[in-house]
């Protein structure tokens, strides 16, 4: 059994908790964690989810995605997930979110990290993920016009690759 930290409409902790899969109360959200790492080529790791897996079953994704459990704070989500999916240790303490994406039921915190990683020496969840690679945005792209990706915005996924390396969504490079 999952418990989730229940929030309010503000991002307070509420002193409650919720049972996974149970139905929310009017006024209750909980925190959910993306990260996407990209390499020093531009590409982002996805993952390929099992195909018995509840929920988008056999589509690739984003690097890792999951929900806080009870006394996470978003970096100690983000950390576990990567930790739990892939293997992936990495220190995110002082690291904020790149974005936050509010949802019906909650909050999503979305890390962009830069790290070159050997796939080989990954350690993939079988109960998750079936397998990973490293695309670029227009692979992403295609797979997500050909029902292969989970189906994001391309709009999104260009904000990721445009802001991967920087706060705020305004450009700070001149051209």
Known sequence: MELWDVYDSERNKT??????????????????????????KGEMLIQQRQPFKE?????????????????????????????????IKINLQDIRPHLTINFDNGFDDIYLIQKDIDIADLTL?????????????EEIFSMIDSGEFIPYYQSLIQLFFDIKNQYGCYQTIKK
């Open 15 to 40: 002193n409650r908790t919720m049972v996974r899969g149970t139905d929310f109360k009017e006024g209750d959200y909980h925190m959910v964690v993306h990260i996407c790492i990209f390499n020093s």
């Open 55 to 87: 929920g988008w079953s056999n589509m690739c994704d984003i690097t890792v995605g999951g929900s806080a459990i009870e006394g996470d704070t978003s970096q100690m989500a983000a950390e576990r997930e990567l930790m739990e999916e892939l293997g």
């Open 125 to 137: 969840q079988y109960e998750e993920v079936k397998s990973v690679k490293w695309a670029s945005k």
